[in-house]
């Protein structure tokens, strides 16, 4: 059986104190529960773990039946499956760490809870799969829409994540059906999938200009995370982020723990809007290679010459569409309230804080997109009195979210607004991704035509100086 996802847990109580076994809606789905239906469940003392599947084991089975639980959003029921028994102590106990591990194969379905094993050295690799695409693992996955770009290329397909929120894992899940899954804080993962990109969008709100502007002071994922990145034995990483993460601590610190495996380096700063997107979005984008002939064959895209931009009116929703449209009066004098009391965004022009049908750009879609700030664009009525947000369709349209990928109606919708403000434009990321896909193929069809290179040369040992390429445009020796 393929181990198709996984999550960490701290072990709650029910009733006098029992370990409580809580399969909450994405488990159970990962593991095709049906509501109704009857699963068993045993204890393996001796292996340290409790087993449940959908067919007998033993004749000392305990048997519960998958229960449904509506969602508020949706109104339909999701399975869940909740149990607790004083000899799950045995194996598991009140407020430990546990991992719930689910296992298919056809129509079978097994589920093992058993406390955290890790180790932070030692990964369990999973096998790539027959797929001749070009492999991707991503860290802090988000919902996954840097990976659906990837995958849109038509040249990579997702075989792992790694995502701390439930909800967010619950999409990723949805979107990359065949693709293992670990929810839950990445510290705590000791399983990846083998691929030759690994993908890392770590959280941005420590470093953003609108984020508390810690830093990495109290949570640095530096070595957790170059630990999960060296186990995947991929060729190359790609990072996604906000530009002040580049100059940060936990940046310099990946750097510099996978420089031995990773010694070349490539950055690039990059506004989404140069690229032909209605909203700004400035990110820094890097590329690590463990080769020379890697590095040399790879370059960040470049903005196109000529860029028709289209018009907000091209992103929106079919006329017809309810949409809930606000005074724009209210706003002004509440705006206006705010500025006379000293509010940060008393001077700032709201030019592009209400625009029309026809212009041609907007201000970059923030996580708290919904609190009506003067740094987010609306769109005004055509009588100018009244606007409203920009709908998650028209959103994802504008973000040019490959039309496949699909936000599950039990996902509420003011989240479904703040897991596009973490997104990306997927016009940028697939310009790289083909970029990266052309490196790959360039490489090894070189190696191919060129026997006496690879029979040869690869015996050879090469010494590399390690070389970074910053956003600046700058070329560093890193030592």
Known sequence: MSLTFKKVYTVSKKGRNRPRIWLYETVSEAAGFQIGQPLYISLDV???????????????????????KKNETSGKLRPIVDTAKDSYRSIIDVSQKAEICVYREGEMSKVIIRPLRYNSFDKEVLVKPDDERITTFTICSGMGVVTAAFQETGYFTSVGAIELEEDSSS?????????????????DCSTVAKADVAIVTLPCDKHSLIGDGEGAVFRNLAFATSELIRATECRAVFFENVPQFYESEEYQ??????????????????EAADFGSLARR????????KSEEDFLHFQFPSPPKRTIRKKVREYLDRKGTPHEWKPLEKWMQSFTSKAEKGNSWSDRGLAKTFVDEMATEIQCIPKRYTAQSASSSYLLSEDRNYFRFFSINEILRILSVPAWFEIPD?????????MLGQSVDCRVIASIANRLAAMIYKVRRNKIENSSYKEKDNQKMRYSIPISLNQHGQLELVF
């Open 282 to 289: 400035k990110r820094v984008y890097a590329l690590a290679v």
């Open 46 to 68: 001796e292996q340290q773990q409790i087993i449940i599947q959908n067919a007998p084991i033993s004749d000392d089975d305990h048997v519960v039946h998958v229960t449904g």
């Open 253 to 270: 610190d990946i750097k510099n723990l996978l420089m031995n495996d990773y010694p070349f380096w490539q950055e690039q700063r990059i």
């Open 410 to 418: 039990y996902i509420g919708k003011i989240r479904q607004y703040e």
């Open 171 to 187: 999409v990723y899940r949805h979107n990359f059906k065949s693709s293992f899954v670990f929810n839950g804080d990445l510290r």
